[in-house]
């Protein structure tokens, strides 16, 4: 029997702090998960639950002189935590690209979008300049941008918030990375090309075979492009599971009171269901659950200990108490 391929990405006990003088931040806790290829994962949660960093602990860009990453990383069966820096700079882009949440602050101003994409296609795969803006060109007719070869002239300001953000994506294909990594890419667009453009990443993932990470706070963003959903609450993955069966019936109190406050139109003329307090302070993180003081169902024993991860089906999993242990109910 022939051995099943190694993930795409593999994570185990990933934890990132970072460090100053004044003070230490756990921002991701015994993170776990693997990815396979051409997989989509989304990660769901609160800001500051720690999914920005997360994902770019994947590519290592969370600010070196005071970011201590511990456990084990592994993107296309490379080593990201002992990795020099120019090994980094050659995974960037070939194997593993991102795609920001603000493309005016991610693409450079003073260089037209054709050479942003052409200047990174030299870089990775050696071509010449006519090579690749013949591949620039691809790209944006790809990504769907009107009038493809006019914009590859154009500036990121004399393009719209939807086409700065299809130039993103393209800059981010233009090596044909395996692993795409997307930090909450259509906040700053509205709902109309919101939409555009989940549905073309999700075409893109599946006609490139990639697998895909991607960060949001909206379910509805989630329920479009995901295959599995991990919601992340204080540095820590609460709850795994299918997209379908986690949407269907969560099982953290967190991930229930995510759903129960997500804006739908079958809530016309009702309250909206709200989840009380606050996310903990990650300088200062409590001994037991991290949403203990803002659950309803908290018990003693939720403060003594971080629950461990409970499976009660294949493929699911929380970090809570009151959720049953497929492994415990296997042995009775």
Same mark, same amino acid.
């Given at each position: ?37 051409? @997989? ?5 949660? @609160? ?91 691809? !790209?944006?007719? !790809? ?15 004399? !393009? ?38 989940? !549905? ?100 003693? @024993? ?31």
């Amino acid at each position: 029997m022939s051995a099943s391929p190694a993930p795409l990405v593999h994570v185990r006990d990933l934890e990132v702090r970072f460090v100053s003088r004044d003070a230490t931040v756990h921002a991701v806790n015994g993170v776990d998960f693997d990815l396979a290829q051409g @997989e989509s994962l989304c990660i769901l949660g @609160e800001s500051g639950s720690g999914k920005s960093v997360t994902l770019r602990a994947l590519m290592r860009l969370n600010p070196p002189r005071r970011t201590v990453l511990k456990g084990t990383l592994r993107v296309a069966g490379r080593d990201v935590i002992g990795a020099s820096e120019a090994a980094m700079a050659d995974l960037r882009g070939s194997s593993v690209a991102m795609i920001f949440q603000e493309p005016m602050t991610a693409l450079d101003p003073v260089f037209t979008i054709g050479r942003q994409i052409t200047e990174t296609v030299i870089r990775h795969e050696g071509v010449g300049r006519a090579a690749a803006e013949a591949r620039a060109l691809e !790209l944006l007719e !790809l990504v769907q941008i009107p009038s493809a070869k006019r914009r590859l002239a154009a500036y990121p300001h004399e !393009l719209s918030g939807g086409l700065r953000q299809r130039a993103m994506i393209a800059i981010a294909l233009s090596c044909r990375p395996k692993l795409l990594l997307a930090d909450e890419p259509t906040t700053a667009l509205d709902a109309t090309v919101q939409i555009q453009i989940l !549905l073309l990443l999700r075409q893109l993932q599946q006609e490139l075979g990639m697998g895909v990470i991607f960060v949001t706070h909206d379910l509805g963003v989630a329920g479009e492009i995901a295959d599995r959903i991990a919601v992340m609450y204080a540095g820590r993955f609460i709850e795994e599971g299918p997209t379908e069966a986690l949407m269907r019936g969560p099982l953290h109190p967190y991930a229930q009171g995510l759903l129960g406050a997500t804006v739908h139109a079958g809530l016309r003329g009702q309250r909206l269901t709200t989840i009380p307090g606050a996310p903990p302070n990650l300088e200062r993180l409590p001994q037991g659950c991290a949403f203990a003081p803002r659950c309803a169902f908290a018990a003693e @024993e939720c403060l003594a200990a971080v629950p461990s991860r409970r499976s009660p089906e294949p493929g699911r999993a929380a970090r809570c108490v009151r959720v049953p242990d497929l492994a415990l109910h296997a042995a009775a």
